[in-house]
C-alpha cells in the first residue's frame, strides 16, 4: 500500500498534530509538494499533501481561507501541512474552520520539523511500498513460472488466479476457452468470445479492458504471441483496477504464455514438415511408409476413413495487401480445423502448399464440420450485399469423398475436382458426392470448353447463315433421337431422305463420320455448350 496520511502522524520523528479532518487519514499520498502560492491548484495532479507557511496568504479571512481550501478540494489534495512558528504562531481558526467543513486533513507541523524531513518520509515510505511490490511480484513470477513448466498453463493459471485473487481464462486461435482458473469461472470466460475475437483482429500486442454493468468484475483480455496474427488470448477478472504486484504477476503470466504459444508455434511448424512428408507417402500409394513416419503423431487418423480438403484463396487486391500485412489468407479455414479437432480430441493433419491448404481429417469429426461451417459462414456472408464489398478472400474449398488410406490419391484428385467445380460455380464448398448426385452440364459453362464448342460448330453456323439449309438443328433433332431417321425427320417437319442428305453435307463440312460415338460424343456437349436449350 501506498504511503498514508496516518503513516507520517504516526511518525515520531516529525511530531505532526491533526487539526482537522481526522477521520481522512487513511487517503493515500502520492508526493508531498511546499507551495506558497495564493493559488497552487494550476501545479498540483492530485493525491498531495500540500505544505505551507502562509507566506502570501491572508490566513485569518474566513472568505478567502474558504475559496482557498475548496480549490484544493477540488484539485485533488489530500492533505494540508501547515508550519506554525514562521509567519503564525499557531494555525489561524479561519483555516482550522474552512478545512473542517470541506473535510480536508489539516496537520500542524512544529518549526523544528523541516518540510524536507516530511518530503524524505513520503519519499522513503512510496520507496518501500514499490520495493514491496516489487519482490511480491517477483515472487509471483517464480510460482508462475514453477507452475508453468511443472503442470502446464493450468497450473499457471490457477497461480494467476490466486495471485490477482479473481479469475483467468486462456483462450486459443479461434477465440475459443481452453482452460479457466478457478473452474467456476468458465461461465464469465464464454461470454467474453466476442471480445476475443475483436481483439484477435488488431495486431498483436493488444489489449482492452472490458467493463461495465453487464459484467460482475473489470476484465482485462492480452494477446499472446509474437506474430502478426494472435496465437492465443488471456483474460484476467478481477474486482478492481490490479496493483503493482498484480500488475507484474499478469506481466510474468503474458510473458510465460507467449513462450508458450511460440513453442508451440515451433512445435507446429515441426509438426507440419512430418505431416507433408506423410501426406507425399499417402499420395503416392505407401501408407505402410507414412504410418511409420508418422508413429504416434496422428494417432489412429491414418487407419480409419478420412477425408481430404483442398483449400484455395484468390485474393482481390485489397485482401491481398491485407493478407500480407496480417498472414496467410488461408490461416482462418486451418485455424477452424486445427481448434475444432484440439476441442473434440481428434487428431487432424494439417499441410500448407503455397497457395493451397492441405487437410486431412477423420470422416464425420469435428474438424470437417468446422471447414464445412466456415465455408459456409463465409457464403453467407457474401450473399449480403453490405458485406460482400469486394474486399473478401475468394476462399474455394473441395471436399473428398471418405476413403481409406490406400486410396488417399484418389480422394486428392475429388478434391481438387470438386474445388474445380466450386470456382466454376463462384461456390465457397463443393463435396465431391455432390458431383456425382449433379450433373455434368453445368460444367460445360467453362470458357475452355464454350471455345471449343464455336470452334467445332462454327462451319456448320457459317452454312446455315448462307439459307441453303439447317444443319446445326438437323444435327441436333438426330443426335437426340440417337439417329433414329424417321423420328428426326417427323421432330424437324422434313422427309428422312432430306435429313439424310443434311447427315452427309454434316460429315463432308466437319470432315468427321457420324458413326463414331466419340464425334457424336463431342458434337452433342458442343451443342450443349453453345445452346443447353
Not at 477465440?175 to 488488431?202: F, I, N, Q
Not at 474445380?420 to 452440364?441: F, I, N
Not at 460444367?443 to 460448330?457: Q, S
Not at 464425334?519 to 452433342?524: A, G, I, N, P
Request: glycine content about 8%.
Amino acid at each position: 500500500m501506498p504511503p498514508t496520511l496516518a503513516l507520517l502522524v504516526h511518525h515520531s520523528a516529525l511530531k505532526l498534530t491533526v487539526r482537522a479532518g481526522e477521520d481522512r487519514l487513511d487517503v493515500p499520498v502520492r508526493w508531498a509538494h511546499v507551495s506558497e502560492l495564493a493559488d497552487p491548484v494550476p501545479y498540483m495532479e492530485g493525491g498531495e499533501l500540500l505544505l505551507i507557511t502562509a507566506l502570501k496568504l491572508d490566513a485569518e479571512d474566513p472568505e478567502a481561507m474558504h475559496r482557498y481550501v475548496k480549490r484544493l478540494v477540488g484539485a485533488g489534495v489530500v492533505g494540508l501541512g501547515f508550519a506554525v512558528g514562521v509567519n503564525y504562531e499557531e494555525i489561524p481558526e479561519a483555516l482550522v474552520d474552512a478545512a473542517e467543513g470541506e473535510g480536508l486533513p489539516l496537520l500542524e507541523v512544529p518549526r523544528r520539523t523541516p518540510f524536507l524531513a516530511i518530503s524524505k518520509a513520503v519519499s522513503a515510505a512510496i520507496a518501500a511500498d514499490q520495493y514491496r511490490a516489487v519482490t511480491a511480484g517477483f515472487a509471483a513470477q517464480r510460482e508462475l513460472t514453477k507452475q508453468a513448466l511443472n503442470a502446464g498453463p493450468e497450473g499457471l493459471l490457477a497461480a494467476l488466479a490466486a495471485q490477482v485473487d479473481g479469475w483467468a481464462a486462456l483462450y486459443d486461435a479461434s477465440g475459443a476457452v481452453v482452460a479457466t482458473a478457478p473452474e467456476w469461472a468458465g461461465r464469465r470466460a464464454s461470454r467474453l468470445t466476442a471480445e476475443v475475437e475483436r481483439l484477435r483482429e488488431r495486431p498483436a500486442p493488444a489489449s482492452s479492458v472490458v467493463g461495465g454493468p453487464d459484467y460482475e468484475d473489470r476484465v482485462e483480455l492480452h494477446s499472446l504471441g509474437t506474430g502478426r496474427r494472435p496465437r492465443a488470448a488471456l483474460a484476467v477478472g478481477t474486482a478492481a483496477a490490479p496493483g503493482t504486484a498484480e500488475r507484474y504477476a499478469v506481466h510474468s503470466a503474458i510473458a510465460l504464455l507467449t513462450l508458450t504459444t511460440e513453442r508451440s508455434r515451433s512445435l507446429q511448424e515441426a509438426e507440419q514438415r512430418v505431416g507433408a512428408a506423410v501426406l507425399r507417402m499417402l499420395l503416392a500409394g505407401e501408407p505402410d511408409h507414412a504410418r511409420a513416419v508418422a508413429g504416434d503423431l496422428y494417432g489412429g487418423l491414418l487407419d480409419a476413413p478420412f477425408r481430404i480438403i483442398v483449400a484455395e484463396a484468390a485474393p482481390s487486391v485489397a485482401a491481398r495487401a491485407r493478407a500480407e500485412a496480417e498472414g496467410d489468407a488461408l490461416a482462418g479455414i486451418a485455424e477452424a480445423a486445427e481448434s475444432a479437432a484440439a476441442r473434440a480430441g481428434e487428431a487432424v493433419l494439417v499441410v500448407p502448399e503455397g497457395e493451397r491448404l492441405v487437410v486431412l481429417a477423420a470422416d464425420g469429426g469435428a474438424a470437417v464440420t468446422a471447414c464445412a461451417g466456415y465455408a459456409a459462414a463465409l457464403e453467407a456472408a457474401r450473399a449480403v450485399p453490405e458485406q460482400a464489398a469486394g474486399d473478401e478472400d475468394e476462399l474455394v474449398v473441395g471436399l473428398s469423398a471418405p476413403v481409406g488410406p490406400i486410396a488417399a490419391a484418389a480422394a486428392y484428385k475429388q478434391a481438387e475436382q470438386a474445388l474445380s467445380v466450386a470456382r466454376r460455380r463462384g461456390r465457397v464448398l463443393v463435396e465431391h458426392e455432390q458431383l456425382a448426385a449433379g450433373s455434368v452440364l453445368p460444367l460445360l459453362a467453362d470458357d475452355a470448353v464454350k471455345a471449343f464448342a464455336d470452334g467445332l460448330l462454327r462451319a456448320l453456323h457459317e452454312h446455315d447463315a448462307t439459307g441453303r439449309g439447317d444443319l446445326v438443328a438437323s444435327l441436333r433433332a438426330w443426335l437426340s433421337r440417337h439417329g433414329q431417321w424417321d423420328a428426326a425427320a417427323a421432330d424437324l417437319g422434313v422427309h428422312r431422305h432430306t435429313l439424310r442428305y443434311r447427315m452427309r453435307r454434316v460429315e463432308e463440312i466437319l470432315g468427321r463420320s457420324l458413326d463414331d460415338p466419340d464425334v457424336r460424343m463431342e458434337l452433342w456437349l458442343a451443342l450443349k455448350a453453345t445452346s443447353p436449350e
